[in-house]
């Protein structure tokens, strides 16, 4: 993305003066009678997300009104930068309660546009941001578009080879070292599940499995494991038209953890990283995987595969094995999943799953200070044996008694995830209706507070 947080501007920038509801009326009062009557007639309340233009004796804009609504939140900014005009802005004024760094990060997010195929992608507002690191904000606002790029791009153009392309750039970017086993070399290397989902999709397309290290080895490990399935058909057991029209951001878990351990990178955490990607289409062809197959996995475990649609918890289970392996401190997977949360949280609120009270408790306070919303759910012992199977160790699809399809595909994971600190995040990463700042589109949930978890956790 272009940067819109500038550190100088060549001519003077427009002011922006938020404000609360509450704070209007002061404002007002210090102002010229020309303006209170201007803002009267335009019946600018300071609700959340109004917008004013001000304009000065020469017609041009002089300033900026904009409306925080009854309270401050600083988030309320990503509204702030899709309203706006081309040109520079400044925060003249805003309450003291909000800081500068997160109103400018809120900018930014919100200024996102997905244009890749328009003919022309047109100019967008830019602030100017004072005191603020600049450095930092763009840095995790870049990471967040990369998330929502790779998304938001459709199959055709985003498959396995340029997720691989993606990481590789990356991992050259901050000296980090990069492993890629692909097709055939799959079974070779003990990633039988990675190799059972993706093995349907024509040779250009095979399935992949990434693995990127970075940092010194005295240094806590901390395991990102993203679900990559760059287009879901469904399988034999295949999707209708109408579920399948967005699943090229079924990769949406692999965008995720590249994105989160950019920011880590970037910002040089006193951690070393492992990012595991397994990377598959899931295909229909003569040797897909069937209903009723039985298939190896990295962990020895044999697993019945009820439902080809339900393939994601296959690849990672291979990941998550190899995570074990690693011996991490923490270990966080994120993937598009299920419906099932969806059904429960609706599409802004990701549902995190984990066992563990401390890191249950340092994820709720870090994604209530970076407005980066999450909810936790249960991992509850009682639909454990919904998963198992009456011929093989375990199977992917729950029985229906359990109902609770993101909570069972979550007890599914934890069979294969390491025995320390985990975590799983079952994510939409998607808006499905437009609005000011949240373009329908791919949508960067949860990586900003887990970001700020790990930051906080190992300082």
């Not at 970037?266 to 995987?289: F, K």
Request: with cysteine; charged share 20%.
């Amino acid at each position: 993305m272009s940067d819109v947080i500038l550190e100088t501007a060549e001519a003077p920038a427009i002011p922006v003066h938020a404000l609360t509801e509450g704070d209007l009326q002061g404002w007002l009062d210090a102002q010229s009678g020309f303006t209170k009557a201007f803002v009267a007639g335009q019946d600018f309340k300071a609700k959340a997300g109004q917008v004013l233009s001000l304009p000065g004796e020469d017609g041009a804009v002089a300033g900026v009104l904009f409306g925080l609504g009854a309270e401050a939140f600083a988030m309320t900014f990503r509204t702030l930068a899709a309203k706006l005009p081309a040109g520079t802005y400044r925060i003249a004024s805003a309450p003291a309660s909000l800081a500068a760094d997160e109103i400018a990060l809120a900018f930014a997010l919100g200024s996102y546009r997905f244009d890749r195929y328009k003919a022309q992608g047109g100019s967008r507002a830019a602030l100017l941001a004072e005191g603020v690191d600049v450095a930092e904000v763009r840095q995790v606002a870049h990471a967040c578009a990369l998330a929502r790029d790779m998304i938001n791009t459709p199959a055709n153009d985003m498959g396995p080879r340029q997720i691989e392309s993606i990481a590789r750039e990356i991992a050259e970017q901050f000296a980090a070292q990069i492993t890629v086993i692909t097709g055939e070399g799959l079974l070779e290397a003990n990633y039988p599940a990675v190799h059972a989902v993706g093995r349907a999709a024509v040779a250009e397309r095979a399935p992949r499995m990434i693995e990127m290290t970075w940092g010194e080895a005295d240094k806590p490990l901390v395991a990102l494991v993203g679900k990559g399935v760059v287009f879901d058909t469904g399988g034999l057991d295949i999707k209708p038209s109408s579920a399948m029209r967005l699943m090229k951001k079924d990769m949406g878990g692999a965008a995720h953890v590249l994105a989160l351990g950019r920011m880590i990178m970037a910002a040089r955490l006193p951690v070393r990283l492992a990012i595991l990607v397994p990377v598959v289409e899931n295909a229909i062809a003569g040797d897909a995987m069937r209903p009723g197959d039985v298939l190896a996995s990295r962990k020895g475990l044999s697993i019945e595969v009820g439902n080809t649609d339900a393939e994601g918890r296959l690849i990672l289970a291979d990941a998550l094995t190899r995570a074990c392996e690693l011996e991490p401190a923490l270990t966080i997977d994120l993937a598009t999943l299920t419906g099932a949360a969806r059904a429960a949280l609706g599409p802004q609120l990701p549902p995190f799953f984990t066992d563990d009270e401390d890191l249950a408790a340092a994820i709720r306070k870090a994604a209530n200070a970076t407005h980066d919303p999450v909810w936790r759910l249960p991992l509850w012992k009682g639909y454990v044996e919904a998963v198992d199977s009456d011929v093989a160790d375990i199977k992917n699809d729950p029985d229906g008694w359990a109902q609770a399809g993101a909570v069972t595909a979550a007890l599914f994971l934890q069979r294969f995830a390491p025995k320390g600190p985990w975590v799983h995040v079952d994510m939409m990463a998607w808006n499905p209706r437009n609005r000011p700042g949240f373009p329908a589109g791919a949508e960067a949930q949860a990586i900003r507070g887990l970001y700020a978890m790990i930051r906080d956790r190992f300082a």
